[in-house]
């Protein structure tokens, strides 16, 4: 089907299929067997966001403004709601709503069989929301690059608690071990939040620049820093690293 542009976000894996996002605005579906073309859709601008599919609807921002529900069969749009700003972030589905952030920085929570809006957060962040937001307990935990987290409550989009501060930009999507979120700042630090008392500790400062996502299992926290291009794992309790692996000579 012709040359693809460069893909920014990361594909999922779902019903035989391969979805992602393209710089060329569409999103793909390939046969997860032997790669070939199952359907496309064209939004209006690039998409740098990760798909997300939940109950057969494929959910994906773009540069357009627009997050898109597809049918994750046959790839016809089941609606769109637009925002204010592009959006590069992953959504989150959760109670049958779909959670986004927007370059025009806030947070939308949007019905996921109607698209219709739920809530825009009463909150206006002072920069983009890049990262992926996490949600735990009814109550969703918002990364910015405005070096804050915004904790929301689920159902209204009012803010539990201010927005914990973590003195750096954050761009890398958090994740949850337990009730306790591991979150990275761009300036290598890697905090927790505890989601019983939102309370926030330095788990430990890797002195790294974190532009990835975390990823974790059986409370171990990977981390892939990007200045010197190294993996990391971390004991998710004590920050203690268990061991590191260099990507690059250089």
């Keep these: 089907q012709g040359n693809l542009q460069p893909t920014v976000g990361g594909p999922v894996v779902s019903q035989g299929k391969v979805y992602f996002g393209c710089s060329d605005g569409k999103v793909y579906a390939l046969d997860a067997t032997n790669g070939d073309w199952v359907w496309e859709f064209p939004t209006g601008d690039k998409i740098w966001s990760t798909p997300v599919i939940d109950g057969g609807t494929l959910y994906i921002g773009s540069f357009d403004k627009r997050i898109y529900a597809l049918d994750a069969t046959t790839g016809k749009k089941k609606w769109e709601f637009e925002t204010q700003g592009a959006i590069t972030s992953t959504p989150v589905v ?145 920050g203690v690293v268990l061991w590191s692996l260099p990507l690059s000579s250089k």
Excluded: M
């Design 94 to 238: 959760y109670n049958n709503t779909v959670y986004i952030g927007s370059f025009d920085r806030y947070l939308y929570a949007v019905d996921a069989t109607g698209g219709s809006l739920r809530w825009k957060s009463k909150v206006e962040a002072d920069s983009w929301f890049w990262a992926k937001p996490v949600i735990c307990n009814n109550t969703i935990y918002a990364p910015c690059l405005d070096d804050k987290v915004y904790i929301l409550n689920a159902e209204t989009g009012d803010e539990v608690v201010d927005a914990i501060d973590l003195g750096s930009p954050i761009s890398s999507s958090p994740v949850l071990v337990n009730e306790l979120l591991i979150i990275a700042s761009e300036d290598g630090q890697v905090w927790t939040i505890d989601t019983g008392n939102n309370g926030k500790r330095l788990l430990v400062d890797l002195e790294e620049k974190i532009d990835a996502p975390l990823c974790a299992g059986d409370e171990i926290v990977y981390i892939h820093t990007q200045k010197h291009e190294a993996i990391y794992a971390l004991n998710a309790w004590t």
